[in-house]
């Protein structure tokens, strides 16, 4: 089956700097990748995702790469803000066939955006 | 809409302790899910459903049982509850072929 490895699992930054999370999946079949965030006590609320036939996709401050032959894909959120504090997590899913929209997820990285 | 709703939000339960967490969703989603969170972790699938009558297991499906008599509504039970079954339980809809999913609130158990 499918398995997603997120890094980091902790990661600081300053108001205004740039964040980077990193994703790694095993299944070259996987063709969609949504990203996930959670802030405290709330439920999971997808802020982007990916499809395998893109390469990079945008939504104001934040964008997602992949790299289908490393298998990798990466979500990146520039002049962060306070507010973009939050539990983030990546999947994987060969969306279609018999995977019934089952998400594969990553362990999550814990940003934290310092005033 | 109201998107996915489950009820409670928080329980308390002694060891050994039976308990049906609540879920439905309005948006005529085929697809539904039930994941746990364990603090500090990620989310791991329980049990899933791709239609009424239909259901499987998912990661981690021991200790749990669920039944999807309607489109709407995917109830978890939890028979003779176990402190290891302490967790933040999230359950989840989404429609086939369109492949986000949509998440409940939540239901914070402890097991004492």
């Known amino acids: 089956g499918e398995n997603v490895e997120q890094h980091p699992s902790t990661l600081s930054v300053q108001e205004g700097d740039s964040a980077v999370i990193k994703c790694t999946y095993s299944?070259?079949?996987?063709?969609?990748f949504p990203w996930y965030k959670q802030e405290l006590g709330k439920r999971p609320q997808l802020i982007i995702d990916?499809?395998?036939?893109?390469g990079e996709k945008k939504d104001q401050r934040i964008a997602v790469t992949l790299n289908k032959t490393a298998k990798h894909f990466s979500l990146h959120i520039t002049e962060t803000q306070p507010e973009d504090s939050a539990v983030y997590f990546c999947?994987?899913?060969?969306?279609?066939?018999?995977?019934?929209?089952?998400?594969?997820f990553g362990q999550g990285t814990i940003l934290t955006v310092h005033p | 809409n109201a998107g996915v709703t489950q009820t409670p939000k928080f329980r308390i339960l002694k060891i050994g302790q039976s308990m049906t967490l609540q879920c439905a969703q309005d948006?005529?989603?085929?697809?539904m899910y039930w994941y746990r969170q364990d603090p500090g972790m990620g989310l791991k699938l329980i049990y899933y459903?791709?239609?009424?009558?239909?259901?499987d297991k998912g990661e981690v499906p021991n200790g749990y049982n669920v039944s999807r008599s309607t489109t709407e509504d995917f109830p978890l039970r939890l028979e003779l509850a176990a402190p290891s079954q302490t967790s933040v339980y999230f359950c989840?809809?989404?429609?086939?072929?369109?492949?986000?999913?949509?998440f409940g609130p939540g239901t914070r158990l402890t097991v004492t």
């Open positions: 989840a809809s989404s429609y086939p072929g369109r492949d986000e999913q949509y």
């Open positions: 299944d070259s079949a996987s063709n969609y």
């Open positions: 990916i499809r395998s036939n893109v």
């Open positions: 999947a994987a899913i060969n969306a279609g066939g018999t995977s019934y929209g089952k998400l594969t």
């Open positions: 948006m005529n989603h085929n697809y």
């Open positions: 459903s791709v239609g009424a009558g239909i259901t």
